[in-house]
């Protein structure tokens, strides 16, 4: 599914809840963590953030 593929109703959607029904939407990985906090990408100052560095 592509942003063009959706309906106006659709794109009103939740964000999350978006991203759930059509991941393909997603081009970045969206990481959120349990304190709310969140890193888009995969890159080095992602993984550092999440300790991986």
């Known amino acids: 599914t592509t942003w063009r593929e959706l309906d106006e109703t ?3 959607g939740e964000p999350v809840a978006l991203l ?3 991941p393909s ?3 970045r ?3 959120v963590q349990a ?3 969140s890193t ?3 890159d ?3 993984r ?3 300790g991986l560095g």
């Open 25 to 27: 939407l997603m081009k």
């Open 20 to 22: 759930q029904a059509h």
């Open 29 to 31: 990985p969206l990481i």
């Open 35 to 37: 304190d709310g906090g």
């Open 48 to 50: 550092n953030a999440l």
């Open 40 to 42: 888009v990408g995969w």
């Open 10 to 12: 659709a794109r009103q």
């Open 44 to 46: 080095a100052a992602a």
